[in-house]
């Protein structure tokens, strides 16, 4: 059995442009009578449709992509976006999210792409991958809270309000949890379009001393800071 999800959006062209980024090949397009397309990438297929005077910006298209390595995945969406549009976007549409663990998946670790048709791409670990341990931190929960309301329902906004409040308050989080927390709020400001929160972030977080363990234990997180800073 194959099932294909139809999304909808309002060119076709912007959404072959962008998928053929993301290392998506075209297996169909046609204009009449109605816009039509087909990309596929691998084993995954997404077909479009499209509709005059569509709003991407209220659209309520989505759909899951289970796949055995979110992160080998993540880094070929964002070679492809870095050379088609010259970074990785992070507000607006189209956009992509990292992987992070999601506290509404078992904890594992799914990104999200809001494709210019405004269509949700939610792509997370097959069923069968290891379940990571639950947060125990305060901070750390306050994290996981956050990325539901970003990653999943879509409200940034809540999400920082969230993640501000408990940088604020929590006070004894380790160093790990805190550049862990500190690293996604610079990605929701970015997100928000917040340039100068986001630089205050990211100065905050560059203060924190991490010894050799640690920074072992960050090397993806404090990778992925590093593009903040250049594509930010």
Same mark, same amino acid.
């Given at each position: 059995?194959?099932?294909?999800?139809?999304?909808p959006?309002?060119?076709?062209?912007?959404?072959?442009?962008?998928?053929?980024?993301?290392g998506?090949?075209?297996?169909?397009?046609?204009? *009449?009578?109605?816009?039509?397309?087909?990309?596929?990438?691998e084993?995954v297929?997404l077909?479009?449709?499209?509709?005059?005077?569509? *709003?991407?910006?209220?659209?309520y298209?989505?759909?899951?992509?289970?796949?055995p390595?979110?992160?080998?995945?993540? %880094?070929?969406?964002? #070679?492809?976006?870095?050379?088609?549009?010259?970074?990785?976007?992070?507000?607006g549409?189209? %956009?992509?999210?990292?992987?992070?663990?999601?506290?509404?998946?078992d904890?594992?670790?799914?990104?999200?792409?809001?494709?210019? =048709?405004? /269509?949700?791409?939610?792509?997370?670990?097959?069923? #069968?991958?290891? !379940?990571?341990?639950?947060?125990t931190?305060?901070?750390?929960?306050a994290l996981?809270?956050?990325?539901?309301?970003?990653?999943?329902?879509g409200?940034?906004?809540?999400?920082?309000k969230?993640?501000? =409040?408990?940088?604020?308050?929590?006070?004894?989080?380790?160093?790990?949890?805190?550049?862990?927390?500190?690293?996604?709020r610079?990605e929701?400001?970015? !997100?928000l379009?917040?340039?100068?929160?986001?630089a205050?972030v990211?100065?905050?977080?560059?203060?924190?001393?991490?010894?050799?363990?640690?920074?072992? %234990?960050?090397?993806?997180t404090?990778? /992925?800071?590093?593009?903040?800073?250049?594509?930010?």
């Open positions: 059995m194959t099932v294909i999800p139809l999304l959006c309002a060119s076709i062209d912007d959404m072959l442009e962008f998928y053929s980024a993301l998506f090949e075209r297996t169909y397009r046609q204009t *009449k009578p109605n816009p039509y397309l087909a990309m596929r990438r084993d297929e077909h479009f449709f499209g509709i005059p005077g569509f *709003k991407p910006a209220d659209s298209g989505s759909c899951i992509v289970q796949v390595d979110t992160g080998v995945l993540h %880094r070929a969406f964002a #070679d492809g976006l870095r050379t088609a549009y010259g970074k990785v976007p992070l507000s549409i189209p %956009r992509m999210t990292r992987p992070r663990p999601r506290k509404n998946a904890g594992l670790a799914g990104f999200s792409v809001v494709d210019p =048709g405004g /269509n949700w791409i939610r792509i997370f670990p097959a069923p #069968d991958a290891p !379940t990571p341990p639950a947060a931190g305060k901070l750390a929960k996981e809270n956050a990325v539901v309301l970003a990653d999943s329902h409200d940034p906004a809540q999400a920082a969230i993640l501000d =409040g408990a940088l604020h308050r929590v006070t004894d989080a380790s160093a790990v949890e805190r550049v862990e927390a500190l690293a996604y610079a929701l400001a970015f !997100t379009e917040d340039p100068e929160r986001a205050a990211l100065d905050e977080l560059g203060g924190i001393p991490l010894n050799t363990e640690e920074r072992e %234990r960050l090397a993806e404090l990778a /992925n800071v590093e593009e903040l800073r250049r594509e930010g």
